[in-house]
């Protein structure tokens, strides 16, 4: 039963916070690391930002560097990404996603989609005024 519940999302206006959680499930979690995602209309899915198996290391996207920050707590199977200082372009799908791949437990670069096996169905954000 494993599974990914992504949850936070909804309507802000420009410069507005966020905060999105990723609730793990049916895996063994301290062993994947978890990246962050985002999909815009007629967009790719491109990776934000990801936090290694023990969460010592983090990589983020040049896009989001300074405003999101990713963190997790192992004893609650839970991922955070907190979202600060959003903007329209910020808008679309985040899905939250394990892998137990080096590119995915180690967290060495900014993540693509690829390299992780499980994924959350998303959830919505969206910045307007």
């Known amino acids: 039963q494993l599974q990914l519940v992504e949850s936070g999302g909804g309507l802000v206006q420009p410069g507005g916070s966020l905060r999105l959680s990723c609730a793990a499930s049916g895996f063994a979690f301290d062993y994947y690391g978890i990246g962050w995602f985002r999909q815009a209309p007629g967009k790719e899915r491109e990776g934000l930002s990801c936090?290694?198996?023990?969460?010592?290391?983090?990589n983020y996207a040049d896009s989001v560097k300074g405003r999101f920050t990713i963190s997790r707590d192992n004893a609650k199977n839970t991922v955070i990404l907190q979202m600060t200082g959003l903007k329209p372009e910020d808008t679309g799908v985040y899905f939250c996603a394990a892998g137990r791949s080096p590119a995915a437990a180690i967290c060495p670069a900014v993540p693509h989609k690829e390299r992780y096996d499980f994924w959350g169905q998303g959830t919505q954000v969206t910045v307007s005024a």
């Open positions: 936090i290694s198996n023990g969460g010592g290391n983090t």
